[in-house]
Structures are given as structure tokens and as C-alpha cells.
């Protein structure tokens, strides 16, 4: 058994473990990223259409061109990759954070002095989108679809039901009828698209699929291939009305309902989880309230940019390389009821250097919108946005650091 | 004293004489026409209590409601045909192989056919695991009988077998809170229904205990000798035993008919060709009585009652039970005065999980196995009254299962009374998968006196009845795992990231004596996307590997069955084949215009849907 020391240790190596492995080795720290996959690039690799990086690379890429380009940035660097890697334990003791490895060479101890959670997100299932009914093949989350068909050149449906629609689940739906499947609908409980406008019309109209909004598949049928679904009407608690069922004929039934931070590693650490973002709750530093222990990416909250994920990894990152145990006083950010999410919830009063990125999502869509950032009732940043919708979310940077005392109140609103 | 004119007066006045009662071959027997199923579960159920003879064949038709068509193997091929078995066993679920095992204690030719792609499919599998201790089955002796020494042999079977097996005992809490002070009464009442050793855990010490529990549960009773099994991995690993010692099993075989002579079984008619043994043995679960009419031995009827289980992520199990708990009283919504009952079982599984079960829900369907979101906040709703802090939001996956009670209640374990080389396990509806070692015993001194009695019968003496389990990397310390990968690298590659399983055990899984070739077949056997994603990152690796280790291509893969194929193959070449249909038309634009254009589309859907919503008012 060998036991391995390192300043930063990454867990995940998609975008955002790649970043911030990269940025903490660029500072000068010993690095190890950790992946479970055969291959990094994380969700990344099966995205395969195109939009990724114009702000970060200056150039509309597909998401493997992305992760080559952050990964050929990495092989640079003296970053230790460790793939098909999994953490048996992890546990923290006198300020060192100890974890059990194992891969195909055996098992490891690594210790470190800080760890970088850049776990991701996984897909809500169809329990937790409150689908019953029978358990045929034929459904599947998005991201499953998108695996046999982008990774393994599989067809996975021939005529199926897109329930949601945000980005990943238009984006599947014209993946899938380029390929030669029939998307009967693209289905959405809310009464707006939860994906960019942009990919409505590129994706859904485009290819004449159409997008039914108000509704929800309530159950499957069919007892070894999926044969229908039951379709109903919902209303604007998100309740399925009755009556209003009607069934619809599908092998299909691909589910992009949303996402959840996966933080199995961070609550075995202890690390507080928000009930907003789901993810850790963390500093302007992405360190959570554990000294040492820092998130970033789709674990800290769900992105919908790649851009954002990568600068949150970067930050962690930086962060992390130049951790060193210490007292924290630390400023809770008060965000009104108009914010659903906001990262980082707090302030870290000691090591607040320069600007502060903000990442936040308004609660309902607002049309010419302001958003403030008062400290101490004192307006330190404004910005006016034509229009503000949840789906999106929006990254601000505000500087803080003048007037700030240890008991400042930070508030976020949106008017 | 009951009488069949006593029972066809209530039964004229019930149903408007639409419904008779009448004696044959020692049965009574109940025909007619009735629209709704439920009543006719009503009569069979009234016809108990006014039957003379044992047992009551319900033969009303029910002309309202139709049940699903059963699921048939879609194989038809002649690979069965003139097998001569000395012993037929039909059905693969805990009782079939339990005999399997049990039977090849002695060389006898044993065939075990099984109409899914897999054991344990039906009842067996989607019970919640709990080994009962026999508690409020007084009325059912025979079902108490089994239940209580069947119990007793899972320790010596679960070692020999390498299945995990833990004897955690199950609290029954009693949800009438006058009953606390007179806990000791309760000890003394089912102590007298034969719970020797049931005892009253109060206070502080069940609290401690069970922390889950309500804290206005006051006390509880303890019966040490309840127990928790995998299901599916007990079923698997006793089949496995068995043809280990030279018993055969074929799946995806359907038994459609068998002709009988003069009360002698001489053919079996399935879809892979006509089956000749010299014994049947019926332990076919919810089909027991059709199985038993072909034989022409149809002296008992079943109704199917569907139960839902919610299971919880492990990591929110830890407070909400440890062992089992129940709780016993008035289920909610039942409006009979006396039918106080046990009723919502929280239990912690071999895995950490949490179950919450269970609904009973008479149905005309023996194969319906969907879930519905009454059952499931039926469920929840009658745990959360001993299990408060039980969350629906918490569940990773809910199932439903059907068991096939008689309408006696009882177990029906007896050789055929009408034909004569067949033996019935039938009715073995809740705690079957409890009883079953014992019912395999008795079953097969049934078959061997058929045979002439066990001394005619040869013994098998390479009879071995330990198993060579599949290796748990979940269950090994750090340094043996360090071992195991030394041994063979794929046991330190994870393919399932919830439930930690390498890619070594999958290929190990792939490999056994009873085939396994599905992703529910491997998930049923070491649980990769059994989780919190449940399959949504493992399936399609997990689908890989089966591909190239049967080599086979991806699209023969199945998640189950037949038909349950995943994928339709290579998508390029579906593709190029339908190109001519799809139109690839790129709109020019800049993507200010695009997003207007989206835009105004959905205006016009909103605009049409709230037509309709007025349109409805």
C-alpha cells in the first residue's frame, strides 16, 4: 500500500476539475485529480453538438473539442491523473484529509492538504419525477440517451416523448431525430421553456417537433418495451389535473427534469449543503464551511454555461493552492425572495482580494430588471437587464472590498 | 354449524342468485357470473366461513372487467421436447428453487422451468426481504407452522448458500397508545400464539433502539427472531446450489396445457416442446390454480392482493430504522371492526436501504406489477405513523408485487387429490419467501413417497450444499480488496458508482451456472443501478460489458425479457437508411432573429392554451 501526499487533491475531472486542478498547479501547488470515468472531459464528451467555449476559447466548439482543449492545457501542467479512480473513504483528521483509493493498480492512501469537490451532477430519475406505472425499457434520462447515442452510436428510441426542456433536452431531441428517431413531443410542466430561446427555435421548430407546455407524462405502460405514456395537463402548482390524461404511443421516454449537485463525498466530510442550490454552501473562494474542503462547477450549483463551470473550477483552484488553516470570519450574503439561487452565500471578510463573482437565478421571469448589491444599505453595483429568466443563470462581478467591516450586512436584490 | 344452504341464502341475497354453491370431489364449489371482481373476492371470502369441506374453488366468471394478458415468452422452439424429468418443478421463484435444492439431494433427473428470462421475477422478488418470526398467523396453522421453522433453518441455509443474512428481530409497535400500560398482556397474548420468546422493549431502550420510532410510541414488542435476506440473491443462490448439484433449469418456458390420464400426468405442454415426467411440482406462485386445473386438480382458488414498497436512499436510512418495525392496529381506511392486523413494515435491508411497505390491494390481475401514486402515499402514510420522519421525496425507487393468498388463507402443501403424480405448494402468499425451506422439505418427502418412499430413492452423493458465492467487494476491508486487485485489475475498476460494484463482479455475475444475461439479471444479483441514479450512468456500461463478454452486438442487449431490447443498433446506419425523410435546412439568421421567432411561436401556444382553459371552464 503506498501512501500519497498532495497540497490540492481534485475530485472530478470534468470541466470544472480540470480547471481547477490546472489553476492550483499554475500557482505552484502539487496537484491530484481524481476521475472515475476511463477518460476526463466529463459530461463533456457526449456533447457532441456545438456552442460550447466563445467566451473562454473564442470559438464555437463541440463539448469533446472543449474538454481536448482544457485537457491538452492539463498534460502542460505536472497534474497527477488518476483515471478509473474511486474514493472507497474519505475522512479529515488534524487538518489533512485522508482518501482511500482504489483503481486497477490496487489501492492508495492519499493525504492532502486541501480537496477541490468538482463531483458534478446526476440526473433526476422518473421516481423523482413522479412517474409510475410499469418499468419497461425504453426510459431513460437524457444524459443516458445521449451516452448510447453520441458515445456508443446506439439507437436508443424510435418514436419517444421528451419530458422537460431545458437545454440538454432539446438539444437531445434534435440529436436523436438527426439520427433517425421520431421525437413525438417535447413535454414541459411549466409554462415556459426551460432552455434558451435560441435552441427552441434551432432545435425543436426547426426540426417540426413539437413543444407542448402545461404538461407532464404521469405514467408508463408496456411490460417489457415501453409501449404508451399517460400525458396530462398540469396546473400552476405543477399538479396534474385530472380528466385531462390522454395517452400517447411511444418506446420512449427520455427525461430531462433536472439536475441534482451530487455531494455524497462533501456530506461524508461533513459540508453543509444549501437547500437552494442543493450543492455545498460556500465563500467567494468556493471554500464551503469546512477550512479545506472547496467546491466548484455542477456540485456547487447547476450551470448552464460551460464558461461558468470552468471559472468556478479556476477559482477553486486558486483558492484551494493557497489554503492555509486559519480562523474564518465570515459575512452572510442576504438574498431577497426574487433570487431562487445564489453562490457564494457568504463572504469570507479575511481573504477577500479584489472582485467578487456572483452566480444567481431569479425566482419568475422579470423584464427590465435591476439588480443591486447594497453593503451596509450602500449601493455598490447596479446592472439593468432587459430580461431575467430562472432558467438562466447570471454571473455578476462586484467589487466589496471597500467599506467592508466584519459585521456588514451584503444584500442581493433584484427590482 | 356451516352449511352450503346457509351459504347460498346469504349468497341469493347478496348477489340476486347470480352466484352457486355447490359440493364436488369433496370442494365447494362456487360458480356463476358476477360484473365486478371484487365481488367475487366477497363470495369466496363468505363461502369460507360457511364451507364444510376444506377448501373453496372459486369458479365465478367476472363478466366487467378483463385482466391483463399474461406475459408469454415470445421463444417457441422444440428444445424441451421428449425430456423425460423425474421431477418437473414448474415456477423459479423461492419455493421452485428451494425444492430444486432440496431435491437434488437425491439423483432424480430435476427440471425447473420458468416462464420469465429470470428467477425470482415475480412474488419472490418484490417482497421487502423480512424473514418473519411467525407473529399473527394463529389462524393459518399450516402458514405458522412453516413460517416459524422455516425461520429457524435460514441461518445453517444463508451460511451454506454464502447469501448475506442478518437476525435483527422486528419491534411491533402498537399505534393505540391505550394499550402502552397493558404491553405485558400483549406479551402473555402472543406468547399464547405460540411467540415463545416475544418480549415488551419500553422507553429509553427502544428509543435507543429503534430511533426512527415516533416518540409517542411508549413501548413495543420485540421478536428477536425476525431476520432480513436479499430476496432475489436467496432465490438465485438456491437455484444456483441446485444445479451445482446437477439440477437443470430453462427459462422463457411457459406450461399451455398438460393431457392427463385416468389422474396421471403424461405430457406437459409448453412452448419449447411437450415435457413427460414422472412427478410435477406446482410452485407457480399467482398461477398455482391454473397450473393445477390442467393437471385436472384444481381443488383451491386464489386472489391476488398488490402490495407497493417505497425504498429510501441509504443515506437517510440510518434514523429511520435499524432492524424492522411494524405496527399493528387498525390499518387506515379499513372499516371492519375487528380487523386489527399487522400492517406497515419499515425495515433496513442486507444494503442499508430502507423499505416502507406495504398496501394490499385485492386485483383481477396476477401480473400487474405497476405502481401508482396512491399506493405509494398510502404507503408512506401509513408508515409515517410509527415512522415519522419517513419522506416520499427521500425514495429512490418504489415496486409493486402480487401474492396469491387462498381464500382460506392458508398454505396449500399436499400431494394432488385428483391426479396423482403432482404435488401442490400453492397459496404461499406473505411470509412465503420465510417459509420456504421448511415447505421444500415436506414437498419433497411428498415426491419421494411418490417415488416409493425416500429409502427407494437413490442419494446424491456428491451433494454439495455450500455454494461458491460471488465475491462482494462492498463487504471487504481495504487490504483484502488490495489483494483482489493484485489478483485480477478489474476489481479495482467501479462500473456502478452508488452501489460501488467492480467491473470484475459483473463479468464474475456473467459467468455462473444459471444464466444471466440482462441488465435487470445482473442488477438483481449484485445491484448495479439498484442506487440513487438508478442506472442512469451504469446501464449503458454496464451494457457494454455484457455485449462483449456474450459477444454480442449492443442491440441484442436486453434490460429484461424478451423484447426488452435497449437499443434498435448502430444509429448511423438507421440513419442513412431514412435520410431521404429528414431535412437538414439550416435557417439563415442572426440569433437575435432566431430567439424573436421562437418567441412569437410560443406566444401564439400560450395564447391558444388559454383559449382552451376557458374554453374547459
Sequence with gaps: MTISRFGVTVIGGGPAGIAAAIAASVDGASVLLIERGARLGGMLKQCIHDGFGSERYGEQLTGPEYAFKDISTLQETNVVVMLQTTILDIFSNDNIIQMNLCNRHGTVIAETKSVILATGSREKTAIQTNIHGTKPTGVMTAGTAQYYLNVMGQLPVQRCIILGSDDAALITARRLTIEGAKVAGVYEPSDKPAGQLKNVSQCLFEYEIPLELGHTVTRTFGSQRLRAVELCRVDKAGVPIRGSEKIEKCDGLILSTGLIPENEIAEKLGVPISKDTNGPICDQNNMTLIGGVFTCGNAMNVFDKVEYVSQSGENAGRSASRYMPQERRVIEITAGKEILTLVPQYIDYDILFGDTVMYFRCASERRDATVRVLVDGREVFAQKYEILRPAVTEKIVVNLAAGLTAESNITLRIE | ?????????????????????????????????????????????????????????????????????????????????????????????????????????????????????????????????????????????????????????????????????????????????????????????????????????????????????????????????????????????????????????????????????????????????????????????????????????????????????????????????????????????????????????????????????????????????????????????????????????????????????????????????????????????????????????????????LFGGKNSLKSNTEFDPVRKAPIRLADLDFDTRAELIASNPDYGIIVCRCENISKAEVIEVLGRNVRCDSLDGIKRRIRPGRGRCQGSFCSPIIHDLIASEKRLTPQHIRKSGSGSEITYGSSKAIAHKKSSAIHFSKESGTDKDIKEKARKVLLAQSDKSKRSDEDDD
Design chain 2, 1 to 449: 354449524m356451516p352449511s352450503i344452504s346457509k351459504l347460498n341464502k346469504q349468497l341469493d341475497k347478496l348477489f340476486d342468485g347470480q352466484v352457486e354453491a355447490y359440493e364436488e370431489n369433496d370442494c365447494l364449489v362456487l360458480s356463476g357470473e358476477l360484473s365486478r371482481w371484487s365481488d367475487i373476492v366477497t363470495a369466496g371470502m363468505l363461502a369460507v366461513a360457511e364451507n364444510p369441506y376444506e377448501t373453496v374453488v372459486n369458479e365465478i366468471l367476472c363478466t366487467g372487467e378483463k385482466p391483463l394478458p399474461i406475459r408469454k415468452p415470445r421463444m417457441e422452439d422444440s428444445h424441451l421436447e421428449w425430456e423425460e424429468p423425474d421431477v418437473l418443478i414448474i415456477g423459479g421463484g423461492v419455493i421452485g428453487c428451494a425444492i430444486a435444492r432440496e431435491l437434488s439431494r437425491y439423483k432424480l433427473d430435476i427440471l425447473l422451468i420458468e416462464k420469465e428470462n429470470d428467477l425470482a421475477m415475480q412474488a419472490s422478488g418484490r417482497c421487502n426481504g423480512l424473514v418473519h418470526s411467525g407473529v399473527g398467523l394463529k389462524k393459518t396453522p399450516l402458514k405458522q407452522w412453516y413460517t416459524k421453522t422455516g425461520n429457524q433453518m435460514y441461518a445453517k441455509l444463508c451460511s451454506e448458500l454464502g447469501v448475506p443474512f442478518r437476525r435483527c428481530g422486528e419491534y411491533l409497535c402498537y399505534t393505540n397508545r391505550l394499550w402502552s400500560p397493558l404491553m405485558f398482556l400483549s406479551q402473555m397474548y402472543w406468547r399464547w400464539q405460540g411467540m415463545k420468546n416475544a418480549k415488551v422493549v419500553k422507553g429509553d431502550a427502544l428509543h435507543t433502539a429503534e430511533p426512527g420510532l415516533g416518540s409517542d410510541i411508549s413501548a413495543a414488542l420485540f421478536f428477536p427472531d425476525a431476520g432480513v435476506v436479499c430476496p432475489h440473491t436467496l432465490t438465485i443462490a438456491l437455484a444456483e446450489n441446485a444445479v451445482q448439484n446437477g439440477a437443470f433449469i430453462t427459462f422463457n418456458t411457459m406450461v399451455q396445457g398438460m393431457t392427463v390420464e385416468d389422474g396421471l400426468i403424461t405430457g406437459v405442454l409448453t412452448n419449447r416442446g411437450t415435457i413427460k415426467p414422472k412427478v410435477v411440482v406446482n410452485a407457480s406462485g399467482a398461477f398455482c390454480e391454473d397450473i393445477a386445473a390442467m393437471a385436472g386438480d384444481r381443488f383451491f382458488s386464489v386472489h391476488p392482493v398488490k402490495g407497493t414498497n417505497v425504498v429510501i436512499d441509504r443515506k437517510y436510512a440510518g434514523d429511520l430504522a435499524r432492524a424492522a418495525v411494524s405496527s399493528y392496529g387498525k390499518p387506515p381506511g379499513r372499516r371492519k371492526k375487528r380487523s386489527k392486523t399487522v400492517f406497515g413494515t419499515v425495515l433496513r435491508t442486507m444494503y442499508g436501504t430502507v423499505v416502507a411497505g406495504t398496501d394490499n390491494l385485492e386485483t383481477i390481475n396476477k401480473e400487474d406489477f405497476s405502481t401508482h401514486s396512491y399506493s405509494v402515499s398510502k404507503v408512506i402514510t401509513g408508515c409515517k405513523r410509527i415512522v415519522p420522519e419517513l419522506d416520499e421525496k427521500q425514495a429512490i425507487t418504489y415496486y409493486s408485487g402480487i401474492n396469491a393468498p387462498t381464500y382460506e388463507g392458508d398454505y396449500i402443501v399436499s400431494k394432488g387429490k385428483m391426479t396423482t403424480n403432482i404435488v401442490h405448494a400453492a397459496g404461499i402468499s406473505t411470509p412465503g419467501l420465510t417459509a420456504a425451506p421448511a415447505i421444500a422439505v415436506d414437498i419433497v418427502d411428498m415426491v419421494a413417497d
